[in-house]
């Protein structure tokens, strides 16, 4: 998620330049898998008990504000007094040797791909420290280099209204930056990686942290931060769900900008600059004025 370029010349569109620092590009693919096996592993310690609560503490007779349960024939996903019926997907689906499971998520989303608590929270845990410790050393090496006072810290005509609306609707028709442009970060990224490196990461680490008895006993106040073990509980599955759609949104943003020449720049590090298209007009006015510079 990090971009480091060389503007010491002016690049043109349709040349081929360097984008990504080796560091980067295996901090992604690191935190990636990493991602990818905490959430899938997560899904399965959840269907050990498939229902989330708010305070402190929470079991079957309790009024849960979210559950995953089935009724009859019938899976069913329910949020507060608001009823989903998810047969075949969640609450009640089809083993692969067709055998009816009833737990909240199917095999093909968990690891392991069997029930089994004991080894949901060993991939769980390994994969957290391979997430925390390149997490660490990302932003370590971020401000170190001031890749995130450079590249990621929004200027003040950024934050303006007119400016991110005008950024909203450009990628609400398809209109990407070209050409050196392309190297740059717009205002809805910087916002969006800040808001995951600095609020969504560092929330979901405390509220793991917190539904661990032994945490609790070391940093009591973890508690009283998140209101209890049961709410820090709902906390870190919503941001999961928040870093879920966040990765959708960067994966349709890939697809659409060009997934041959996103995929290939954070695998070689090198970037082809997109050309300008006849009709299309600057995403931003500023980027065009520094252009002509």
């Known amino acids: 998620m990090a971009i480091e370029e060389d503007m010491a010349a002016e690049p043109q569109p349709g040349a081929l330049v360097k984008r990504h620092r080796i ?3 295996l901090w992604h693919w690191t935190n990636a898998i990493a991602i990818i096996v905490l959430l899938m592993s997560g899904l399965s310690i959840f269907n050990a008990h ?5 305070g402190s503490y929470g079991a079957n007779p309790d009024t849960p504000w979210l559950q995953i349960s089935n009724e009859g024939n019938r899976g069913y996903l329910q949020i507060g007094e608001t009823q989903i019926t ?3 997907v969640l609450g009640r689906w089809r083993e692969p040797d067709g055998d009816i499971s009833t737990r909240a ?4 989303a968990t690891i392991p791909g069997y029930y089994s608590l004991a080894a949901g929270r060993l991939w769980h845990f390994f994969f957290a420290w391979i997430f925390v410790l390149s997490g660490l050393a990302y932003w370590a090496w971020s401000f170190g280099n001031r890749h995130i006072q450079r590249d990621l810290k929004p200027s003040r005509k950024e934050l303006s209204p ?4 005008n950024d909203i609707a450009s990628h609400a028709r398809l209109r990407f930056p070209t050409g050196a442009a392309a190297l740059k970060y717009n205002i809805l990224q910087k916002l969006s990686y800040l808001i995951v490196l600095f609020v969504l ?3 979901i680490v ?3 942290l917190t539904m661990s008895p032994m945490m609790d006993t070391a940093w009591p106040w973890l508690l009283d931060l998140f209101g209890g073990r049961q709410s820090a509980r709902s906390i870190h599955f919503i941001v999961a769900f928040l870093i879920v759609l966040f990765i959708v949104v960067h994966l349709a943003m890939v697809v659409l900008a060009g997934p041959f020449n996103e995929v290939r720049s954070m695998i ?9 298209r006849g009709d299309a007009r600057p995403l931003r006015p500023e980027f065009a004025e520094e252009q002509a510079q």
């Open 268 to 276: 070689t590090g090198k970037f082809r600059l997109p050309k300008a």
């Open 162 to 165: 007119k400016h991110i609306w």
């Open 86 to 88: 998810t047969t075949g």
């Open 201 to 203: 990461l560092p929330l």
């Open 23 to 25: 560091s980067t590009r």
């Open 105 to 108: 998520f199917p095999h093909w």
């Open 206 to 208: 405390l509220t793991g």
């Open 50 to 54: 498939p229902r989330l609560y708010w």
